[in-house]
Structures are given as C-alpha cells and as structure tokens.
C-alpha cells in the first residue's frame, strides 16, 4: 500500500490542497519526531496527553505505567489515533485572515493492542528509545524483569492515516498585494541544546555519541 | 482563586510530585506557546489536531473555518479540553527505565460558547494572533466583514486545569550509580529561526518589529 484510503475518518476536509495520503510521507513524519499526543476520552471528556513512541513497519508502540489512565482507556477501544506535529513556522501575511503555520501534521488511526510478551515489549521499549534518541539502548542498562513488569506497552496497528504539510509562504488576496505590509515565514526551529552532565555522573565519562549524533531528522528506523 | 480544584478529571495520578494546579503556574505555560491540541470524539473515535489559541483571563479562543469539524464537535459538548506541551530536553539515564523527557504540559477543562459578536469576534482573533507574535494584528490589515463571517469562534471557559512540569536530571537505582554509564540531560530548544521574506513582498519593506522581537517566553497576555 503506497497511499492510505480516503474514508471520513480520516479524510482532510478543510485546506485538502495539503493534504497527503502518502504512506512514505507519512512515516517520514512519524520517523522524524517522538512525541505524539495521544487522545482518549475520560467519563465523556475528551482528554490528550503527550507520549513518547516508536514506530516499526505498520505499528507505533507507546508505554506507560501499568495503570497509566490513558492507556488503559486505549485498550478498550476497538480504534484509537494518535497526531504527531511539527512546527516549522509562523507565516504572516498582508491580511490578518491569510495568516498561518508552516507544519507538518500526520494523524494515524489503528486498532490498539496490548504488547504481553517479554520479548515483544523489550522490542518496542528499544524501539520507543531509539526513536527518541538513536543508539542510546546499547549505551544504557536494559530493562530487569521487575522493571519490564511495571511497564505497559501499548502497540497500534495503523489502518487509516493522513497528514497535512503547509511549506510556503503566505498567500494574500489580490487586492492586498499593493499593501504597505511586510509578508513572509518566520521559521520555527527545534534544536538540541546544552547537554547537562548530572552533577551525580562519573566525571571521567564523556557525552556518548547519542547525544553527540543527535539531531531532529528523520531516523529511518525499520519498515 | 489561587489553585485549581483536584477533580476526578484533572487530577494528575502518574507521577504526582510533578503535578501543579497552581492557576499562574499553569497560564504561564499556555502564554508561552500559541499550538494547543484539542482532541474531539468523531462517530465513537477519540481524535486531536493542532491550533493557534490565545487567552484572556480565563477564556481561550481557538478558530477556523465555518466548517471545520472539529469546532463544531466541541460546540456539541458541555466539556471541553486542551493540552499545551512544551519540549525542553530529553533526559538520559543509566537505566532505559528511567529515560524521561524535561517538558512543561498543561492540560485544561473548560465549557465551551460560540463566539458570535462581531466585536467579540475581532477581540478574540487579535488575542490569537498576537499570542502567535506579539504586535503583529496592528501591523496587518484587519479582517473585514466577509472574512469575519468566514470564521468560526470558539470560546473555552477555563474551569479546571493541571499541569505537569519535569525540570531535573536524570534520576537513577542507587543499584545503578557505580555503572559506567553517561547520565545528564540534552535541552531541546524551540527557538525564531531564518526569516524568509515572501518573493512577492515589496523590495523596501524591512523587517516588522513583531518578527525582529519573537521569541518563545511567556507572551504576558491579559489576565
């Protein structure tokens, strides 16, 4: 499958022109980001929390405490989403209304399933990792079995998605071209910053090539 | 009212020592951002998507199109609610298990009204836009009437809210200290990047003040 169905689910209705469907482009979203917030509904409240994720072929998995609210709540429906957002920029046009955000946004739907196994979980626990920050499960202890038992993960099988990607400048009326007013993208960026040493480190040990590497790019991982 | 009420709904149960219901607390995280995530329920499916906000006092406007979907949802239900997430670092430990991420989140609960007045209308656009980037509405032209009739205005009446705030390094097993393994914190900053000016844009038209000035802090809006 090279593009995912159009159904009301998930199909984009307000500015379809930047709507995709496209599977790679899609992925290339997921691949470049490690928070998604997810939404569930409590007692008739919809509700939305931020969580790190992994991605392997067609399924995202998430982790949480084994009484994580949100993720319980996930495993008793039969279809659950998730959006992950990023924020390229701030598009100011002549007209306050053409005002805009470069982003990219993809909102993946799929059915939701409990990861039981040791050996699954320690899979996507890796996956949720690397994804975060890449090469840093073999840098750091893995996970006991008292640590793997009070751990939840959640996978997500994708069936439906969509994206949206605004990446332009802004788009003015015609009869506001003559105006007096400064148009253009002021672009967003997200960035590794200081690396801070925990004062209670070994001194001796140097920032690992994790952190060295790290950049918020696509990480390709599997699939 | 200093402190939110702990409620069923709002009450912070994973992770509770990192909980805030201070009201300041939690509208110094709203006014440092302008991208919310509103989640809504589509025929049975728990959904979020993205969106510029702005507040005053204890509202916050959100808008979009006459049409789109996921206003007219939240105008269905008597509760509403919101998530505003900032990234501030990942945090690496000696152990997977207690890999973590530094962020500020806040999740608010609200009754949601149709903005309907014109002049309520424009007051709530301009608070949008200038929780984007400061001074721009009066750089730009203002909505006329047709465009004003074009947008939808939602209104979210603040009535709970908690927030979650991890601002540390990374915490470790005593078990785990002796390991020779680096432990610390990447920041991860959001910061104004190349400004880039629309093609179209008139050749003597400088910089606006509003884009010279962003930056990402907390924007003092009203209240």
């Known amino acids: 499958m090279a593009e995912f169905e159009k159904k009301p689910l998930n199909k984009v209705m307000r500015g379809p022109k930047r709507a995709t469907y496209d599977k790679t482009k899609i992925y290339e979203i997921l691949d470049s980001h490690f928070l998604c917030h997810v939404p569930y509904t409590f007692e008739g409240t919809a509700i939305v929390i931020p969580t790190a994720y992994g991605r392997k072929r067609d399924v995202v998995y998430i982790h949480g405490s084994m009484k994580n609210r949100m993720m319980l709540s996930l495993l008793n429906q039969s279809q659950v989403s998730f959006t992950v957002t990023h924020l390229d ?117 140097e920032t690992p090539e994790s952190v060295k590497g790290f950049r918020f790019v696509n990480h390709g991982v599997q699939g």
């Open 89 to 205: 920029g701030l598009v100011l046009a002549r007209s306050v209304f053409h005002h805009s955000m470069n982003y990219r946004s993809a909102t993946v739907f799929g059915k939701p399933f409990l990861v039981a196994n040791d050996a699954d979980k320690m899979e996507a626990l890796e996956l949720i990792v690397d994804n975060m920050i890449p090469g840093r499960w073999k840098e750091a202890r893995e996970p006991n079995q008292k640590e793997l038992d009070a751990t939840l993960v959640v996978g997500i099988e994708i069936t439906d998605a969509s994206a949206k990607i605004r990446d332009e400048g802004a788009n003015d009326e015609l009869a506001d071209m003559d105006l007096d007013v400064w148009a253009g993208v002021l672009e967003i960026e997200t960035n590794p910053g200081k690396v801070v040493k925990n004062a209670d480190a070994k001194p001796e040990l």
